[in-house]
């Protein structure tokens, strides 16, 4: 069995906000599949469930972190906001789910 290393999970990623936030981005298309890439804020919101000022907090932190890369246009006359994983996100994220799954026990 692994020994339980508490201070090798990723903080940043760790909260619940956070943590449905970089599940959602790293399902959305990657940029090179043709389709658009990242996620708008307000299908973001609704996905998790959360209110704007919630959201944005989180966003932030994950941005500040570099995982997270925001970029804000307009569409029609309406403003939006895309949210997408960075690829240093993206890597934080999957380590995030290996260092978990390390701690789980062996399939029998």
Do not use: W
Request: neutral net charge; charged residues 25%; aromatic residues 6%.
């Amino acid at each position: 069995m692994t020994t339980f290393d508490h201070k090798e999970i990723n903080d940043v990623i760790h909260g619940r906000v956070r943590l449905a936030i970089m599940s959602c981005l790293a399902s959305a298309p990657p940029e090179d599949s043709g389709e658009t890439a990242g996620v708008d804020f307000t299908q973001l919101k609704q996905q998790i469930n959360v209110s704007d000022g919630n959201l944005s907090t989180h966003m932030t932190k994950l941005e500040e972190a570099g995982y997270l890369e925001i970029t804000k246009q307009f569409k029609g006359k309406r403003p939006q906001t895309i949210c997408r994983l960075t690829s240093v996100g993206r890597e934080a994220f999957l380590a995030y789910v290996a260092h978990l799954e390390s701690l789980l026990p062996p399939k029998l």
